[in-house]
């Protein structure tokens, strides 16, 4: 039998059919109008289902210092029960904390922000999607009144006349996604990279601006100083589908070029240039990712792009536009259902009453028995011990994922109980009280909202081992652990059913999309509100979703990062990804293939920093922050910047070094640029001298 699905990885979603059950899966690249092909992880994924190092049993620890021991789930349901009654009972219902994933499906994210909100009566509840798309999230909300990561198809781009991707590595991040700028380059369009390292993308751009790691703001600004003083802003699209420009237009006066060379390393004559191709295209399109967002200003940063994608007049004209690239597999829709901590299913808010009170009618609750907002992803990690003394982490690797790792893990000791539902044993659940093994994408149903807000099928082909639950099954199994045995459904199209009604009336209105218009559709684009209505591939062709119907600019400055090179810490270190890995690793390190290809941490060096130290390829050298250190085998190449560093995230070594320093608005960590000093690592036998 075959079943039509999506990837597990990424929020490219791509299309792949799954043949096999009472043998091995097999892959085969199933062809949709958002993607052709697949990667490397997409082809290897079902190694995974298979792998040794898959739970199937429950974990229990009897102590703190006792080893992890299998248990039944009737026990660990108990001990789940027991320990949070014991908690909120000593310490209040927010001293429960719940951390979920955006490579949940729609209907367990759904499902955990109920859980949290009507069965353990928590504000505290966030997720790791606030590490990866909250600064485009708010900068979206901010000036056009909803989030939705691109707001038109990804195939749209073929159609462009310049592409600008900040902070993106599309080549290495989503390859087959790569198709689309190839047909648009094809056609005579023009790419401008911006990214502080000669990635694979900016090596087949019109024009790579490499700036140093933090300044995307200020060269943002220094665009549209360009582009209005040369005449080239869309005065009647400002004036009729704005407000807010004449906040903007002074301010960016003060970034002129000479200034933002300096701010950024940028060359005035390439500022120039970028200038010229946007000034110059009939259609164009304004792409940030996460190099521009992991920032402490990564919401004023994503917020200057987009402003001067207002100022060219882009947004709602075809093949045009402001966008961002999301990250994770579900990291749009987990964000739009309710395991965000300030919001209620279909992107209300949890604070406004209205919401509350629809919301709360859905679940059969009292709108005054559902928490206010709770605290954001780090802060909630940061309470840990202290006034959070349970978590539960569901679909999220934070021992890996979370900036400032030796801080987040003192934390993590601190807790009374912590319990972790996986599919393997990741260095988190290592860590954990109680583990609960739970099913994967090919072993479960249920829908995926990918990077274009078009809601997909996951579909299920094979049973999960013996032994393991869905991650539905789990949160009803804690939901009845303490006192609440109704309202968890168990069955995927069930709980979406509810979704829809939750969702009906919200930015992210779900009720008229169906599984059977899914299959019949292949996939239908949010807002749709009402099953007769087409979907919405393309938003903000009439209006934007502000109470005006206009889009907002936004005043924003540059600022520098929380932590600058200085004499101590002499370097930039920036953090990301490689093409063979996803997110914590947590799967695809344990993928033969893909680890095999890419075995574990480095750093990168440029060539005149490796002989300033005297580092070859491959000898070994120690990162230090002020947060801690590393040591890692140097990669020497050109393609990074002398003042520069990098170091994939993929490990832990990654996040022993980063700041936690938070952006005021978004709470997104400042994961792309904190201060560093390499030296060359004592040789194994100085050591052991
Ligand atoms: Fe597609 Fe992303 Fe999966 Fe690769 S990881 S196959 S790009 S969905």
């Given at each position: 039998m075959v079943t039509g699905t999506h990837c597990p990885y990424c929020a490219l979603q791509c299309g792949m059919s799954l043949s096999g059950g009472s043998g091995p899966v097999t892959v085969e690249a199933r062809p949709t109008s958002t993607s052709a092909g697949l990667c490397q992880k997409g082809w290897t994924a079902p190694a995974l289902l298979a792998s040794p190092e898959r739970l199937t049993t429950p974990l229990v620890r009897d102590h703190r210092h006792a080893a992890l021991r299998p248990a039944g789930w009737d026990e660990v349901f108990a001990r789940i029960g027991t320990g949070i009654t014991a908690v909120q009972q000593e310490y209040g219902r927010d001293a429960v904390g719940v951390f979920g994933g955006g490579g949940l499906t729609n209907e367990q994210a759904y499902s955990l922000g109920k859980l949290a909100r009507v069965a353990l009566r928590t504000a505290n509840i966030d997720y790791n999607g606030r590490f990866c798309m909250s600064s485009a999230a708010a900068a979206g909300n901010r000036a056009f009144g909803v989030d939705r990561g691109l707001p038109f198809p990804l195939a749209d781009i073929a159609g462009t006349d310049v592409l600008v991707l900040a902070g993106s590595n599309l080549a290495d991040t989503m390859p087959p996604a790569m198709a689309h700028v190839e047909a648009m380059l094809a056609a005579g369009g023009e790419l401008i990279v911006i990214d502080p390292r000669r990635t694979p993308t900016a090596e087949v751009a019109t024009l790579h601006l490499q700036n140093v790691p933090g300044s995307d703001l200020a060269l943002a600004l220094g665009l549209l100083h360009l582009l209005v003083a040369g005449g080239h802003v869309a005065q009647a699209y400002i004036a009729e589908r704005t407000t807010g420009w004449d906040d903007v237009r002074p301010l960016v006066a003060g970034y002129w070029p000479e200034r933002v060379e300096r701010m950024t390393g940028v060359p005035v004559s390439a500022l120039y240039e970028a200038a010229r191709l946007l000034a110059g295209a009939g259609s164009a399109m304004i792409l940030t990712a996460r190099g521009a967002e992991q920032q402490s200003k990564g919401t004023d940063t994503a917020t200057a792009f987009l402003n001067l994608a207002l100022a060219l007049g882009l947004p709602g004209r075809p093949h045009a536009g402001w966008g961002c690239v999301t990250g994770q597999g579900n990291g749009q829709g987990g964000r739009e259902h309710g395991q965000k901590a300030d919001q209620l299913p279909?992107?209300?808010?949890?604070?406004d009453p209205v919401a509350r009170a629809h919301v709360a009618g859905v679940w059969g609750v009292p709108s005054e028995s559902l928490p206010g907002p709770g605290r954001s992803a780090f802060e909630l990690l940061d309470a840990l011990g202290a006034d959070v003394r349970a978590l539960l982490v569901v679909g999220s690797n934070v021992a890996v994922s979370a900036p400032d790792l030796r801080r987040v893990s003192q934390r993590l000791d601190g807790l009374d109980l912590l319990v972790v539902a996986d599919l393997v044993l990741s260095e988190t659940a290592a860590r954990a009280d109680v583990v609960l093994p739970v099913a994967q994408w090919a072993e479960e149903d249920g829908t995926m909202t990918n990077l274009e807000g078009r809601v997909l099928r996951r579909r299920k082909a094979i049973d999960p081992p013996p032994g393991v639950r869905t991650d539905l099954e789990v949160i009803a199994g804690i939901a009845a652990a303490v006192g609440v045995s109704t309202g968890f459904h168990t069955d995927a199209e069930e709980v979406f059913a509810e979704l829809r009604r939750a969702s009906a009336g919200g930015l992210a209105d779900y009720a008229g999309i169906s599984y059977p218009r899914i299959d019949a559709e292949d996939g239908v684009f949010w807002p749709c509100p009402d099953e007769h209505h087409p979907g919405t591939p393309r938003l903000f062709t009439e209006r934007f979703a502000t109470p005006d119907g206009r889009a907002r600019f936004v005043p924003v400055e540059h600022r520098p990062a929380a932590e600058e090179p200085d004499e101590d810490y002499p370097l930039y270190l920036t953090t990301g990804r490689v093409r063979g890995h996803y997110q914590s690793g947590a799967q695809t390190r344990r993928v033969p293939a893909l680890a095999a290809a890419e075995p574990g941490p480095f750093v990168e060096v440029h060539p005149h920093l490796a002989e300033q130290l005297g580092v070859a390829e491959a000898d070994e050298v120690v990162v230090a922050t002020r947060r801690g250190q590393a040591t890692l085998p140097a990669r020497v190449?050109?393609?990074?910047?002398?003042e520069t560093v990098f170091v994939p995230f993929h490990w832990s070594e990654a996040n022993r070094l980063t700041i936690a320093a938070l952006d005021p608005t978004s709470r997104m960590p400042e994961f792309k640029v904190c201060a560093a000093r390499l030296s060359r690592a004592p040789s194994r036998e100085a050591v052991s001298r």
């Open positions: 279909g992107y209300r808010s949890i604070s190449t050109a393609t990074i910047q002398p």
